[in-house]
């Protein structure tokens, strides 16, 4: 809102026709002040002024009319330029020291360039001109001689009363209305540019959901097939339970204790089941190959550097066994990683580090800046990887597994991805460590 609607509706103006209204009664104001201090001035003494007076009372009326007619300027412009006009084309029979009108007119051109369409505006100002051109070479001064109004100045130094009413619908005419059609033209530029960002910001919100609603569908699959093994353990267990229970009590015992331990597991990724898909999806058409986890994390480094990722992968800690979820999510943290600084930052030297701790897992994958074109800094919004969708999957995963994630760009250029898994307190049946492999050095530590 701009300052002078703020002003007005301070008072109690707050709608197009009322700012009309008072803008009307100002455009009036100033031509009333117009003719008085005209006529006090150039009207001569007393004996002369009395039969000016009708004249001047005419005046004053004229400006009254053209700018009270303003206030329905909005509602109909054309029709407003017309009584405008025509309110300043009979001043003009009038002397100077009573015409004081000509600025609501070009309030009301202004009003047809802005508020009408560019034909339907253009013809309106063309006829309004012509018809004023008429005006002064027909009528204005037969009907100035009528009225008996005497020109001042030699008749060597007067201005054709045509081509000073052509100067006048250039200066009243022209020049307001093309201001007014520059105008409308900005404000629709303007709201196309608005128009086009809240597009692009739904289209852009729509692609984040879509995103988040793959990965979870994605994420459901892989607990329903976590769920459905640790079924299938819990059968198997609950057979051999009862093959013993006779002749051997205390191996039955230990049975059961894995059933009630694989019970609440199932319960567990069930629950998480329930909660990724409270957003509703297509299934994923993955294939049915085993879920990936951390025991594959020196093949996936593997698989980068035939594919031109200089990476080196180090591993803090003792590698042990951890729960399901964990070690999922951490493996997809890693592969999103990693195809990230393929994708958005080629060249790159990178490090991967797994830190087994107590009570936690820490994934890290940090970049260099790209020696190419494009930097890490790419990812920021979210860009797909080969097996998700960015930093959105990774903050979906790492959520639903209960962990934080950290993603963002470095002083230097690069770009760093930090992920911490708790580990403790699940039920989750552990999965199998990562194999013997020669621990890596981060080259950094190599230097002197």
Not at 75 to 100: K, N, W, Y
Not at 111 to 121: D, I, L, Y
Not at 316 to 337: F, K, S
């Amino acid at each position: 809102m701009r300052w002078w609607q703020t002003a007005l509706a301070r008072v109690g103006v707050r709608t197009p026709i009322g700012r009309d209204a008072v803008g009307a009664a100002l455009v009036a104001l100033v031509g009333v002040a117009n003719v008085l201090g005209g006529a006090a001035v150039d009207v001569p003494g007393e004996t002369a002024a009395e039969p000016a007076r009708p004249l001047v009372l005419a005046g004053l009326g004229l400006v009254v009319l053209e700018g009270g007619v303003l206030a329905a300027r909005r509602r109909a412009p054309a029709i407003v330029l017309s009584v405008a006009l025509a309110a300043v084309l009979l001043a003009q029979a009038l002397p100077d020291s009573v015409a004081g009108g000509g600025l609501g007119a070009a309030v009301a051109a202004y009003t047809v360039g802005a508020h009408r369409s560019r034909r339907p505006a253009l013809a309106v100002l063309a006829v309004a001109a012509l018809a004023m051109i008429a005006w002064g070479a027909v009528v204005a001064q037969p009907l100035a001689a009528t009225l008996q109004v005497q020109v001042e100045g030699p008749a060597d130094a007067m201005i054709p009363p045509a081509l000073d009413l052509g100067l006048g619908a250039l200066l009243l005419l022209a020049v307001p209305g093309l201001i007014g059609a520059y105008v409308q033209t900005r404000r629709a530029y303007t709201r196309e540019l608005v128009d086009r960002t809240e597009r692009l910001q739904r289209e852009r919100e729509e692609r984040a959901r879509r995103a988040v609603a793959d990965e979870r569908t994605r994420i459901a699959r892989e607990l329903h097939d976590v769920a459905a093994h640790h079924v299938s353990s819990i059968v198997v267990q609950a057979g051999a339970a009862e093959r013993v229970l006779d002749r051997d009590p205390e191996t039955a015992r230990e049975a059961l204790a894995f059933i009630r331990a694989q019970g609440k597991e199932t319960l567990a990724s069930m629950r998480h089941l329930v909660g990724v898909l409270r957003v509703e999806g297509e299934a994923d058409a993955a294939g049915t190959e085993p879920q990936p986890t951390l025991a594959r994390a020196h093949q996936l480094v593997d698989d980068a550097r035939a594919g031109g990722v200089e990476i080196q992968l180090r591993l803090d800690g003792e590698p042990r066994a951890l729960p399901a979820t964990v070690d999922l999510a951490a493996y997809r943290v890693l592969q999103e990683a990693i195809s990230n600084v393929r994708r958005h930052a080629p060249g790159a030297p990178t490090r991967a580090r797994l830190a087994y701790a107590d009570a936690h897992l820490e994934v890290e994958v940090s970049n260099d800046a790209s020696p190419q074109a494009g930097t890490a800094e790419a990812t920021v919004d979210g860009g797909e990887a080969d097996s998700g969708h960015g930093l959105v999957g990774m903050r979906e995963r790492v959520a639903l597994a209960g962990g934080m994630l950290e993603a963002g760009a470095r002083r230097d250029g690069g770009w760093r991805v930090r992920a911490l898994l708790p580990t403790t307190g699940r039920s989750d049946e552990p999965t199998a460590p990562p194999p013997p492999h020669p621990r890596e050095r981060d080259p950094a530590e190599e230097r002197p």
